[in-house]
């Protein structure tokens, strides 16, 4: 059995405005998706979300990577075990974590010797397929780790901070938050697209303060793209209430993270203020995890059971 895992990830900024162009600064997180992987009679898919067999419905991602990496290698029978730290769309990625995991673990198995870069764009190609008008930031930094800007695919300094999330246990769509912003964008061009060049406005400002860990300066620039997100109907009362409750608890800076509408936000906190901002978020109704940058993207785990 061969087990490979990837990462979730935050946006700093970014989101929605990626999806046209714009720029955005994604930071992969120390929570995983682990894919396992053997050969086998049949195909079985195991998740929490049951047992199946190649299944669009219930196991979208992963079906559709079994049917993509045929393209590579001639797969009959493989069984396949999904545990996953990420909760399911929430904003963190789980989607493109559970894609690029089983991406590199068959790639293993059947030695079909992808590189990073044909990882990252199969992924993409996948996440495409699934949701539509996908960005390729998720796979991207999934594969990679590290923070990255999009769609420069430029390595920027690690995030020296601890880094919040706050799940509101809401769901939401991905497919549906991007599609009302499309809606809202063609329904005014001229008030939604300034909007979403400020947002990429930011990522590019925000470059070198990433380099110079002016963590503050970056605080005060997310905060402004919360207000964004907010603007174009991303957000939710679940979040604003998160949000708040983050800043409120000292937070450098607090907003969403993907696509809004429910799904989590994130926090950068200041090295001894994690915990209190962890139980504000707790105590506004929000599960709270403390995290931090990671600098490794996709990796083998092992190769043996
Ligand atoms: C979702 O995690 C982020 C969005 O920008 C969509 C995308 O980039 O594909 C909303």
């Known amino acids: 059995m061969i087990t490979c895992s990837a990462p979730g990830k935050v946006y700093l900024f970014g989101e929605h405005a990626v999806v046209y162009g714009e720029s955005a600064i994604c930071c992969a997180i120390e929570l995983r998706t682990k894919v396992s992987v053997e050969k086998s009679d049949e195909i079985i898919i195991e998740s929490v979300l049951g047992r ?157 303060l990433v380099a110079e860990g002016d963590y503050e300066t970056i605080g005060k620039l997310m905060n402004i793209n919360q207000g964004l997100l907010d603007a174009i109907g991303v957000g939710s009362a679940e979040l604003s209430s998160l949000v708040y409750a983050a800043r409120g608890s000292g937070a450098i800076s607090a907003k969403i993270t993907g696509a809004g509408g429910g799904g989590c936000m994130v926090a950068l906190a200041r090295e001894n203020n994690a915990q209190d901002i962890a139980k504000a978020i707790e105590d506004t109704g929000g599960e709270a995890i403390i995290t931090k940058n990671t600098a490794e993207g996709v990796r083998l785990e092992s190769l043996h059971g």
């Open 52 to 208: 199946t067999g190649l299944d669009h419905d219930n196991h979208p991602y992963v079906s559709y990577v079994i049917e993509k990496m045929r393209q590579f290698t001639d797969i009959q029978g493989v069984h396949i075990v999904i545990e996953s730290q990420l909760p399911v769309g929430s904003g963190l990625g789980s989607s493109a974590a559970v894609t690029v995991a089983s991406i590199q673990a068959l790639n293993h198995l059947y030695e079909c010797e992808l590189s990073l870069e044909d990882i990252a764009k199969t992924g993409h190609e996948i996440e495409r397929m699934v949701q539509g008008n996908a960005s390729p930031t998720d796979t991207y930094v999934s594969t990679m780790g590290g923070v990255v800007m999009i769609p420069q695919r430029k390595k920027l300094d690690l995030i020296n901070c601890p880094i919040v999330v706050g799940n509101t246990h809401k769901f939401s769509s991905t497919k549906e938050l991007v599609g009302n912003v499309a809606k809202l964008r063609s329904d005014f061009p001229s008030v939604v697209e300034p909007i979403l060049s400020n947002i990429g406005q930011m990522s590019i400002l925000a470059e070198r």
